[in-house]
Structures are given as C-alpha cells and as structure tokens.
C-alpha cells in the first residue's frame, strides 16, 4: 500500500503542472498522502487524512473529531489523542481541519494541564464537558479555524498566546460562565 505517517506522509504529485494519468488499482485506503495534479483512471481512490488539488477521481477525506485522554501533557503529544473518548491514544496531533473535544474523560484528575509550547492549530474546540478544572496554558498562540470555540465554566487560561479565532465568518463563543482571563488576547479574522 501506498500510506504514509503523521509524521511522514507520502508525497504523489506531477510537477509539470498538468494532471498526470495514474491507474490505481484497489488496494486498501491510503492514509497520510498529499495528492496533487492527478487524475486517477482506476476505481475512485480515497485517501484517509491527506491534502491535495487539482485531482480527478481522488476523494480526500481529512477531518477528524479527536479526543485529549490521559490527564496533563503538551498539545504535540500523540499519546493524548483519540479517535473516542476515553480511547486509547496515538493519533496524529490535530490539524486545521480537525474538531478537538476536552470531556468527562480526558482530564480524570483535579487540577491537570494542557500545554501549548508550539503552535496549535484545529477546526473547533469544544471544553464544555471537562471536569475536574483543568488548566490550557498557552505559551504560543491557538488557532481556531471553525466556527466553535467553546470553554468549560471550570476551566483555566494561563500564559501569554492569543486565541486566534481565523474562520472569518461567524463564529459561536462560549467561554462559559466562570471568569476567564485571557493574557495573550483573542483575535478574530472577519470576513
């Protein structure tokens, strides 16, 4: 098969410009594969977690909901994402087109810690049903690229990023009812 990692993904593209004609024969889904400039003559081809442009007969499917388990730890660590709650971790870290959830299950300890200290990025993020106050301490920015951003009532902000939100149409906001202080600000992007 032809599948990459979220660390490394595989790279098919034609560099004249044009579409190049490949024959995908059917073999399982590939995951982690940047498509760009081909057209497909073979069987629609999906590719699970990829990027690509200007494609024929290639189905890219990107957008996952990913889960935070396993109490406190940095923003970049695989072994806090999954694909459910409460899941085994191992998933790729979030990406623009992903919806992050922080729940019931991801932080089972009072008083744990998300940490941001490279740049985050995801779709829409949802805290609503975190417990036991957690903290999301942000040394960098957060970029919310959907039109959620939602706050848990117990939750706590520390640190000096911005919380971009970059949808630049409408967004919902929540940052519930508990006060919240924002040291590095919020931003949006209009439209």
Known sequence: TTSGSCSLAVTLTSNTG???A???SSFPDPEYVNVSNINNTGPLLTILYGVGSNNTNINISSARTLYWVGNSGSWNQIAHWSLTSGGAGGECVPTALDNVVFDANSFTATGRTLTLTAGA???TMTWAGAVNNPTLSMAVDLTVKGN???LANTMNVSGSGKMIL???NDINIDLGSGAKTLNGGLSFTAG
């Open 22 to 24: 490949v024959k995908f």
């Open 121 to 123: 990025t995801c779709n």
């Open 148 to 150: 959620s951003l939602v």
């Open 166 to 168: 970059d949808n630049g």
């Open 18 to 20: 044009a579409q190049a």
